[in-house]
């Protein structure tokens, strides 16, 4: 793989659980920070 397609698929993966995270937050009425991380640790 290229460096750019590396470089793409790890914004969209980034984008992707920042999105999920935001949707979990308005679902739970919470926003917990320890939340976000696990999201953001977990690719």
Same mark, same amino acid.
Do not use: N, P, T, V
């Given at each position: 793989m290229?460096? &750019?397609e590396i470089l793409l698929i790890s914004i969209i993966k980034h984008l992707f659980f920042s999105w999920c995270n935001i949707i $979990?937050?308005?679902v739970s009425g919470k926003t917990t920070k320890k939340n976000?991380?696990?999201? $953001?640790? &977990?690719?």
């Open positions: 290229e460096q &750019s $979990f937050i308005k976000a991380r696990c999201y $953001f640790l &977990s690719f």
